[in-house]
């Protein structure tokens, strides 16, 4: 079998002021997965951090776009441009307001559901047909912040003690749908990943 190719996307915002809040959950699990591989996201190109990581003779792309949220499609299409990486062998991870703190789902294709960072994927490259790495983090009112706290903010919240141990022991789990992923098995993955209410 032929050598894959994949791009990685960790969605989140850069800075200090928004290391750890909900938003940055991609961040997060493109950290820990170089992390676990050995390495860290430190090399500079196209508005963004990268690394390229290794399964099993594929290559990985791990994406962070340093352009805020709202651009990340920017640095994304050029990493996709660069490398020829079809659609179909994009995977985002984000985070999603309409899923239960924790929750995982991994889907291809699909609107934005409201996500500025997806919208902005969707608009530079031209399509929605690519694959989704759903991170929930529940919405005011589910967790520790008060129901009227408005969404903007609440995405950029830190969770509590209780949400940061669930969301650790996800992000683990997930790690290993995403090598079943990298090793050809989109299916494999789903399904393990799907798992994870």
Not at 95 to 123: E, F, P, Q, T, W
């Amino acid at each position: 079998m032929a050598a894959e190719t994949y791009i990685l996307v960790g969605l989140g915002n850069p800075g200090e002021k928004y290391s750890g809040t909900r938003h940055n959950i991609g961040f997060e699990v493109a950290d820990e997965l170089a992390r676990k591989n050995g390495t860290d996201i430190s090399v500079q190109k196209w508005d963004a951090l990268t690394v390229k990581l290794f399964f099993d003779g594929t290559t990985v792309h791990i994406v962070k776009p340093m352009t805020y949220m709202n651009l990340s499609g920017k640095s994304v299409a050029r990493f996709s441009d660069f490398y020829k990486i079809e659609p179909a062998k994009l995977i985002v991870v984000h985070d999603d307001l309409d899923m239960n703190i924790g929750r995982l789902k991994l889907v291809y294709g699909g609107g934005a559901g409201g996500h500025n960072g997806i919208r902005s994927i969707v608009n530079c490259i031209g399509t929605n047909d690519f694959y989704r790495l759903k991170i929930g983090i529940g919405r005011p009112g589910s967790g520790s912040a008060p129901a009227e706290m408005a969404v903007d903010k609440y995405v950029l919240t830190s969770f509590d003690r209780v949400e940061s141990d669930h969301i650790k022991s996800r992000i683990s789990d997930l790690l290993k749908g995403l090598e079943q992923f990298f090793q050809g098995q989109p299916a494999k993955a789903m399904n393990y990943i799907n798992s994870f209410k």
